[in-house]
């Protein structure tokens, strides 16, 4: 079992920056993989960015490529994602998930756990 906890969101300008975080506990963090995805209101949950377990490999979305940036901190059991040039249509609730399964990495379903969400708002 592990709990995620995110924190970081809240009401920025279109052009600029947020950095959210992502706090694990219970197994070990190292174990997994870990994923960030948002959702808006009346859309379905859109994978954002992949890091594997070792920070090795990072993967993102075409929409944030460029502009977003995950990290992870194996010893302080924490994942990051740093947003840059942020634009209106990136406002949504931010999740971050936990992954062990082989899967598509942008599929929410292979998560196994996942964080309660922290609201990114972006504004024109």
């Known amino acids: 079992q592990v709990q995620l906890v995110e924190s970081g969101g809240g009401l920025v300008q279109a052009g600029g920056s947020l950095r959210l975080s992502c706090a694990a506990s219970?197994?070990?963090?190292?174990?997994?993989?870990m994923g960030w995805f948002r959702q808006a209101p009346g859309k379905d949950r859109e994978f954002v960015a992949h890091?594997?377990?070792?920070?090795?490999?990072?993967f993102y979305a075409d929409s944030v490529k460029g502009r977003f940036t995950i990290s992870r901190d194996n010893a302080k059991n924490t994942v990051y994602l740093q947003m840059n040039s942020l634009k209106p249509e990136d406002t949504a609730v931010y999740y971050c998930g936990a992954r062990t399964r082989i899967s598509l990495l942008s599929d929410p379903l292979g998560y196994d756990y996942w964080g309660q969400g922290t609201q990114v708002t972006v504004s024109s």
């Open positions: 219970g197994r070990t963090f190292s174990d997994y993989s």
């Open positions: 890091i594997s377990r070792g920070a090795g490999s990072t």
